[in-house]
C-alpha cells in the first residue's frame, strides 16, 4: 500500500521560515523518488523537484531551483520542503508526489500524491 | 507560453463521448516522449489516470482511453458521467527545460 501523508495548512508572513513536511509509505515501489509539485490558479501545476529518499540525490526544477530545498530522513520516512524566506509568490497547494522514474526521467510520471498543503504567506 | 497546450474546457452530456487534445509546443518537435494524464476532482489531489501514452493504473475505468500521435496525444472519455467532471491534466517532458511539464488543464463538464 502506497501513502503520503502531508502536514496541514501553513500561514505564515513574507520573512518567515517554514518547512512542510510529507510521511511516505511505498512498499513494493522499487527505486521511487519523492517529488514536490506546486499547483497556483495562476500558474497550474509545476514540478519544483525530486528527492531520492535513499541517498537524498536531489534533482531541482531549474525554473524553480532556488526557491526552497528538499530534503528526506530515511529513518522516519519524512521527505520536506524548506523556504528560509518566504515571499507573497510562495503561496500554494504543493503536493509531495511518488515520481516513477523512466528512462533517466524523461517518461517519468507521478504516480502517486499526496493530499496537499496549503501555504499562505501574507502581510 | 506552455509547452504542452489542452483546451481550457470541454463538456458533454451523459453518455456521450468527449475528447480532450495534448500537444506539444514546436521547440520540442522531433522529440518523443511519453505522455500522461491525471484526473484532480475538486477539491482533491491529482490522480494518475493514464501513463505512458495509453496505460489505465488498476482501478482506473476502461471508459477512459488515451492515445498519442507524434507530438500530440489525446484523452478520451466514453460513456461520460457526472463524477466525471474534473479538471484534466496531461504531463510530459521538456529536455530544453529540463524539467516535467504540465498542461494547464482541461475543465470537463457534464
Known amino acids: 500500500e502506497v501513502q503520503l501523508v502531508q502536514s496541514g495548512a501553513e500561514v505564515k508572513k513574507p520573512g518567515e521560515s517554514l518547512t512542510i513536511s510529507c510521511k511516505y509509505s511505498?512498499?513494493?515501489?522499487?527505486?521511487?523518488?519523492i517529488a514536490w509539485v506546486r499547483q497556483t490558479p495562476a500558474r497550474g501545476l509545476e514540478s519544483m523537484g525530486v528527492?531520492?529518499?535513499?541517498?537524498?540525490?536531489?534533482r531541482y526544477s531549474p525554473s524553480l531551483q532556488g526557491q526552497a530545498t528538499i530534503t528526506a530522513d530515511k529513518a522516519t520516512k519524512n521527505v520536506h520542503l524548506h523556504w528560509g524566506s518566504l515571499k507573497a509568490s510562495d503561496s500554494a497547494m504543493y503536493y509531495c508526489?511518488?515520481?516513477?522514474?523512466?528512462?533517466?526521467?524523461?517518461?517519468?510520471?507521478?504516480?502517486?500524491w499526496g493530499q496537499g498543503t496549503l501555504v499562505s504567506v501574507s502581510s | 507560453q506552455s509547452v504542452v497546450t489542452q483546451p481550457p474546457s470541454v463538456s458533454g452530456a451523459p453518455g456521450q463521448r468527449v475528447t480532450i487534445s495534448c500537444t506539444r509546443s514546436?521547440?520540442?518537435?522531433?522529440?518523443?516522449?511519453?505522455i500522461h494524464w491525471y484526473q484532480q476532482l475538486p477539491g482533491t489531489a491529482p490522480k494518475l489516470l493514464i501513463y505512458?501514452?495509453?496505460n489505465r493504473p488498476s482501478g482506473v475505468p476502461d471508459r477512459f482511453s488515451a492515445s498519442k500521435s507524434g507530438t500530440s496525444a489525446s484523452l478520451a472519455i466514453t460513456g461520460l458521467q457526472a463524477e466525471d467532471e474534473a479538471v484534466y491534466y496531461c504531463?510530459?517532458?521538456?529536455?530544453?527545460?529540463?524539467?516535467?511539464?504540465f498542461g494547464a488543464g482541461t475543465k470537463v463538464t457534464v
Open positions: 508526489a511518488i515520481l516513477r522514474m523512466v528512462r533517466g526521467g524523461m517518461d517519468s510520471y507521478f504516480e502517486y
Open positions: 511505498a512498499y513494493n515501489i522499487p527505486n521511487y523518488w
Open positions: 528527492i531520492y529518499p535513499d541517498d537524498s540525490k536531489t
Open positions: 514546436s521547440s520540442n518537435l522531433g522529440a518523443v516522449y511519453d
Open positions: 505512458a501514452n495509453n
Open positions: 504531463q510530459s517532458y521538456d529536455k530544453g527545460l529540463n524539467e516535467w511539464v
